[in-house]
């Protein structure tokens, strides 16, 4: 039988497991799904104060529909200071004013569900905002909250207060030292990330407990699970050692004490005891993990075990860092991105779920750095990338305008950007006496408002994202680049990614078939098979702008199969064009009944 995507059924009027063989039989929803994420800063802004909302996303979900994603999750929209746009919570039970209210989200999760869809929340619970009423107990040692963050007194024989008196030398992830001095009591708290994001105590079982009760509430009131910010960070060793310094780093690599640390594995499935298992078949649990390796990761998705079910790892996302760190950017080898990512696919092949993404709201878009954003390859490159991210085996992750084929903003000065961690290092690097156009250069390549600004809704003056003035400035190639045109254009990226969320819901080899890399030391050609059952897949991708010829090897058996998906117009089968146009993409099936 072969597969035409354009015929595959409308997903509500789908039996899902329908006529799958008895291993996918009870195979968990999530695996079939495909998840969007909405940022609500730079999504839609009902309003019209610069700001995206809640009624703003209410306002677009026919357009999440159309694209077929079966889940939303929605970046922090809870009160906060928003010194990390939202990552800094100071109240976990509520919506900050300048998203809205607790009955908009209501009338948000309704529509989602309407819809046939889920709605997953962020879970920002290593950190809360200082300006959380528990760090102003803890701070003021009141409440017997005192001990619900991690307090240190100075290194000892230092004077408090003074530099390199911290009670260690940990950097935080956003520069600077990762201990913040407190006049009032003459000890220093934790903060990973900002100063105004200190670290909860996950050692103290009432701050776990309160952390469950929260998550209870939440599910409760409808959602459908958590996306759970730096989740493997929460379990420190509580020696507080001093990490390595590296060649000129400031400060000491605190990660191998807090990364996948002692009592995670612990935590985790007290959480799953106490919150998830009431729940059994409704949720979807994903742990973001800077840092962790594929042998964890087996171990926290193995459902056995009863932790989360699936983690976003950083291995594929790091490759391209160079040895200054994420803002001193090297180039890509294709050979060390198939290497990783075939790593993943096999290691939790049997055991465990992969998450599969290019971008999120911490990323620069993938087409800028991926592949190629000017005018001839954009959208080429951009449905390249998709194609062969939505074919491996794990669930995909869509950020917003990635669908679009958005790229990276042009900024031109330091003034240009809004993020806490570009503007720390900025400061930090110009201060310490690096070239100020070096350290731009590295911002407009990696910063992380490259993901958000505005969604390219229309090509009118705030593209259709605001009527007021956006918070952080409109890419101005929103006039060419943008929802409503791709919409109405059947070869759009918009329609290319629908397309290959269509294939994931009605061909059961892409969710659940067998993964094999081919030509793995190619540097432009990314090739893999799929194989469930009689059926095979084949993807074929150049990740290139040059033609590339496809090894005859590779194509052997494949004569007369038929093509899913292509991102050239022209591409009837590979039999008599062996060789790949610039960022050619093919996914081609067999069956063999
Ligand atoms: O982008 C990063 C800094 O280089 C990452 O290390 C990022 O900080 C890390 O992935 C954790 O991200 C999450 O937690 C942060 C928040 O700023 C990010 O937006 C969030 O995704 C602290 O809550």
Same mark, same amino acid.
């Given at each position: ?144 909250? /005192? ?191 198939? /290497? ?77 950007? /809004? ?175």
């Amino acid at each position: 039988m072969s597969l035409d995507v354009r015929s595959i059924p409308d997903r509500s009027a789908r039996a899902p497991q329908e006529g799958r063989p008895d291993r996918q039989e009870d195979a968990p929803w999530w695996q079939s799904a495909v998840v969007y994420q909405v940022y609500p800063r730079s999504f839609a802004d009902a309003d019209g104060d610069g700001i995206g909302d809640l009624r703003g996303i209410a306002s677009r979900l026919d357009y999440l529909r159309e694209l077929g994603v079966d889940v939303l999750w929605l970046s922090p929209v809870y009160p906060s200071p928003q010194d990390d746009n939202g990552y800094d919570i100071s109240d976990y039970q509520d919506i900050d004013p300048v998203f809205g209210s607790l009955a908009d989200f209501d009338e948000l999760l309704a529509g989602v569900h309407r819809r046939g869809m889920k709605l997953v929340m962020d879970l920002v619970v290593n950190h809360t905002s200082d300006e959380h009423p528990w760090f102003r107990d803890s701070r003021a040692n009141v409440g017997g909250k /005192r001990d619900w963050y991690v307090w240190r007194p100075a290194r000892p024989g230092r004077v408090p207060g003074t530099p390199g008196a911290e009670p260690n030398n940990w950097g935080s992830f956003f520069s600077g030292p990762a201990w913040e001095f407190d006049e009032g009591s003459g000890e220093y708290y934790l903060h990973l990330f900002s100063r105004k994001q200190p670290d909860l105590n996950w050692e103290n079982p009432r701050v776990r407990h309160a952390v469950y009760a929260m998550m209870r509430w939440w599910l409760e009131r409808g959602v459908d699970g958590f996306r759970m910010d730096v989740i493997n960070l929460v379990s420190k060793d509580q020696r507080f050692p001093d990490g390595a310094v590296a060649d000129g780093a400031a400060h000491g690599d605190g990660s191998p004490f807090y990364v996948c640390g002692p009592r995670i594995h612990e935590y985790l499935q007290e959480m799953h005891r106490e919150v998830f298992a009431a729940h059994p078949g409704r949720l979807l649990t994903v742990g973001e993990m800077p840092g962790v390796d594929v042998d964890q990761a087996r171990l926290f998705t193995d459902p056995d075990r009863a932790e989360v079910d699936m983690v976003f790892q950083f291995e594929h996302v790091g490759l391209d860092h160079g040895p200054g760190g994420k803002f001193d950017p090297r180039p890509l080898r294709l050979s060390e991105l198939k /290497r990783s990512l075939g790593r993943w696919q096999e290691g939790l092949a049997t055991t465990g779920w992969n998450s599969l993404y290019w971008n999120n709201h911490d990323q620069p878009r993938a087409v800028s750095r991926f592949g190629d954003d000017g005018p001839r390859h954009r959208e080429l490159s951009a449905k390249a990338l998709a194609t062969v991210l939505h074919l491996h085996r794990g669930t995909p992750y869509v950020y917003q305008g990635e669908e679009l084929g958005m790229a990276n903003a042009p900024f031109a000065a330091v003034d240009d950007f /809004r993020d806490i961690e570009s503007l720390n290092h900025y400061a930090h690097a110009v201060a310490a006496g690096a070239d100020p156009e070096r350290v731009l250069d590295g911002l407009r390549r990696m910063g992380r408002d490259n993901a958000r600004t505005p969604m390219q809704w229309d090509a009118s003056p705030g593209a259709g994202f605001t009527i007021g003035t956006p918070w952080i400035a409109a890419n101005p190639d929103h006039l060419r680049v943008n929802a409503a045109a791709q919409l109405a254009d059947p070869s759009s990226v918009f329609h290319h990614y629908r397309r290959l969320i269509a294939l994931r819901h009605g061909e059961p080899a892409v969710v659940h078939g067998d993964f094999t890399m081919l030509l793995p030391e190619d540097e432009h050609l990314y090739v893999f098979t799929r194989g469930l059952g009689g059926t095979a897949l084949l993807v074929a991708a150049n990740l290139d702008g040059a033609p590339r010829p496809l090894p005859a090897a590779v194509l052997e058996g494949w004569g007369g199969a038929r093509v899913l998906v292509a991102n050239y117009a022209d591409r009837p089968d590979l039999g008599g064009f062996p060789v790949l146009r610039p960022w050619e993409c093919v996914v081609l099936r067999r069956a063999s009944a």
